[in-house]
C-alpha cells in the first residue's frame, strides 16, 4: 500500500477511517486476507497506527458489519444500480458497501455517508468516474434500502450457501436458521477472570453468565478496560472457556496443550493449578501466548512444534488438551471474515490434520489419563466424526460422558452421546447482543 494514499493533507474529519475500511475490505474479498492479519502485527494496515481510538473502534465495527451482511448488501445493490456494481474499480465497490452499512446500520447521519463514500471514489483514479452513481445509488438506499431489505429473509443471503446447505443438512432447517440470525447480531465481549466475577462484572458493566463468564457490550480497545494491565481477565467466548472445564480437578497434574497459542485455555490450565506443557506449531503465536501468560502471571513451559511429530515421550501426561486448528465455522459472530475466506475444500485437509493430533495426544497419555479434544468449528467432520473415528480405531480409549452439571446446567449443550456441542444461537437474550455463544465442539476421552 504506498504511504502517500494516506498522506492526502487537510483530509474530512472520518474519511481516512473509511479508507482504511475501504482498503481492508478489498483484502478480505479480493486478497484472501485475514481481518486478524490486516489489523494486528506485523501485516498490520500502515495507516491505523495515526487512527484515533474512536476512528479506529468504528471503522472495525464497519468492517465487520459490512462482512456480517455482506449477502444483503449485494442483493441491495443489485436492485439498486440497473447494471450491477461496476467491476473495474474495486474502490466503487467498497464505497458502495461503506456508504449502504452506515445508512442502514450506523449511527451516522445519511448526507455524511453518502458524501464520504462520494470522496472515496473521487480520491480513486481509476473510481473517480463513478462518483456520481455513487451519490446517486445511496441517496436511494437512504430512502428505500429499508424497504428492499424488509422484502428479503437476509439472515440467509448472509452465509455462503455451500455452509448454509451443510448446517441445514446436519442441524435441519430450524436451528441453522436460528444460526444464521445469531450470526447476524454484533457479538458481545466474553472474558474469563482470573477470580471475583461479581467485582468484575460490576465494574466492566457486565453481567456473569451462569458458566461463569462476564460478559459486557463495552467497546473499544480491550487494553484501555479495568483489569486489562494488572492481568485480571482475558478475552475468551464463554464456549471456548468450557473444554478446560472437563478436566476436573487438574491441580499438579501434567498437563499438555498441543495447540495452545494465543492461550486463552493454557491461562485456564495454569490457573487451575496444572503443570501445562504448551505446543503450539507457530514461533509468532507462540510468542504471543508467552506476552499473554506474562501480563497474567501464570506459568506454562512453551513448546515451539508441529504437537503431531513432538518427540514427547509416550504416555507421559495425566491430560491432553487438544484444541485443534480447524475451519473455525464456529467463530462468525467475532470474524465475519471467516464466512467469506473457507472453503468447502478445506475441511479435508483440516480433518486430515485433526486425525494425526489425535492419534498423537492418544500416545503421549497415561493409562487412567483424560483427553479433551474439541474445534471451534460447526462442521461434523471436524467434530463428532473426528472422534467416533477415533475411537473405532484407538481401542484403549472410551467416552466420559459429560454431565449436564458441569456446564452449569445448560443441557441443550450436550449431545445424546455425552459431548459438548455449542451453537451461536444457544444462550439467547431478549437483547439478542447479549445472547449466544461461539460454536464449539467438544469430547471428553479417558485413556484405560
Ligand atoms: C484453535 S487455535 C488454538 C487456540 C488456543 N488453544 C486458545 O485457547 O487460545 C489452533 C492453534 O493450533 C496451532 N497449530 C496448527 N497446526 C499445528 C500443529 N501441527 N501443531 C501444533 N500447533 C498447531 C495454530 O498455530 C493455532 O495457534
Known sequence: MPPSRFAVPAEVPGLAARRIAADILDGVLHKHRTLDDQLDGAGAHPGLKSLADRDRALMRRLVSTILRKLGTLGHLLSRLLDRGVPTDAPRAQSALLIGAAQILWMDVPDHAAVDLSVRLVQSDRRAAKYAGLVNAVLRRCAREGQGLIDEISPQTLDLPQWMLARWNAHYGEATARDMALALGHEPSLDLTVKSDAPQWASRLHGEILPTGTVRTLLQGSVTMLPGFAEGQWWVQDAAAALPVRLFGDIKDKR?????????????????????????????????????????????????????????????????????????????????????????EGDIAALTALQKRLLHKAANLLKPGGTLVYCTCSLEPEEGEHAIAALLASE??????????SEVAGLDDIITADGDLRTLPSHLPNADPRLGGLDGFYAARLVKS
Do not use: M
Not at 274 to 286: G, I
Not at 296 to 312: G, R
Not at 395 to 404: D, M
Open 255 to 343: 498437563v499438555a496443550d498441543l495447540c495452545a497459542a494465543p492461550g486463552g485455555k493454557t491461562a485456564q490450565l495454569a490457573l487451575a493449578g496444572a503443570q501445562v506443557t504448551a505446543v503450539d506449531r507457530s514461533p509468532a503465536r507462540v510468542a504471543r501466548l508467552r506476552d499473554n501468560l506474562t501480563r497474567l502471571a501464570l506459568q506454562a513451559e512453551t513448546v515451539v512444534a508441529d504437537a503431531a511429530e513432538w518427540p514427547a515421550e509416550a504416555a507421559s501426561f495425566d491430560a491432553i488438551l487438544v484444541d485443534a486448528p480447524c475451519t473455525s465455522t464456529g467463530t462468525i459472530r467475532r470474524h465475519p471474515d471467516v464466512a467469506w475466506l473457507r472453503q
Open 395 to 404: 481401542s484403549g480409549l472410551r467416552r466420559a460422558p459429560v454431565e449436564t
